[in-house]
């Protein structure tokens, strides 16, 4: 079984939407039972806070739910249960280097990579864009789940 985490600042917007994407990718393949897919923040400003509801509005425009999920903070011990840590930005990435100082086995990525860019997943809270980020994020988790499974 593949273990992914997302990580966003928040657990709000950003993995959220990336953990109910790929649940769907997951889900249309038929292989659920041979992931497990969860997201988390970094920070502890919106722990036990539901899906923002722009961000819940726009995976509910693509058919998705993501009712029950509320925000959790990434923890240290997080680190070996996890295969992959997917993080939506740069900030994201300095920001699990305080939670885990080290990667030894080379978990942590940033999301776009697997879409081939090196860029971020620009935080729909500032620019209020959720279709660009749900766009961005479903480029991110197909590219991943290509990878995971060729």
Request: proline fraction near 5%; hydrophobic fraction near 35%; glycine fraction near 6%.
């Amino acid at each position: 079984m593949t273990k992914i985490m997302f990580v966003c600042h928040g657990n709000i917007c950003r993995s959220p939407m990336a953990e109910f994407i790929m649940k769907k990718l997951v889900r249309e393949a038929g292989m659920e039972k041979d992931f497990l897919i969860l997201s988390s923040a970094t920070s502890t400003e919106e722990i036990g806070n539901p899906v923002y509801p722009p961000a819940r509005e726009e995976l509910k425009r693509h058919g998705l739910s993501c009712d029950g999920k509320y925000a959790v903070q990434l923890r240290k011990s997080d680190y070996e249960k996890y295969d992959l840590f997917l993080v939506m930005d740069s900030n994201n990435l300095r920001n699990i280097a305080r939670i885990f100082p080290d990667d030894p086995e080379h978990k942590i990525h940033k999301l776009l990579e697997y879409a081939g860019r090196n860029d971020d997943v620009d935080d729909p809270w500032y620019t209020r864009r959720f279709d660009v980020a749900y766009k961005n994020i479903y480029e991110g988790c197909e590219g991943l789940f290509k990878s995971l499974v060729n």
